[in-house]
């Protein structure tokens, strides 16, 4: 499959992501240094934060059901800090 996209362009995307997910995994390395982050996997991590944007992004500026601002917020952040378990259902 084709992604109609230039080769040279195509590779250059994939650079920047490599380098945008290696940010994001020292961003990742330093908070767990500092005990702000659980002692996760740091790339795999980076990895599907970039993929949770990616899609987003694409979802956005895609011909799908556009999502308002305030609610991608109040689902995405939840997500990222506590996890989509309800704690009163689910224990530890």
Request: with cysteine; charged share 25%.
């Amino acid at each position: 499959l084709s992604s109609g996209i230039d080769k040279e362009a195509l590779a250059e995307i994939k650079k920047v992501r490599r380098r945008f997910i290696s940010f994001i995994t020292d961003t990742l390395q330093t908070g767990q240094d500092k005990g702000y982050l659980k002692p996760l996997h740091r790339h795999i991590s980076a990895t599907v934060l970039v993929g949770m944007v990616d899609a987003l992004c694409n979802n956005q500026l895609g011909p799908e059901e556009k999502y308002d601002l305030d609610e991608i917020i109040e689902t995405v952040i939840p997500i990222l800090s506590t996890g989509m378990l309800n704690p009163e259902k689910v224990k530890p």
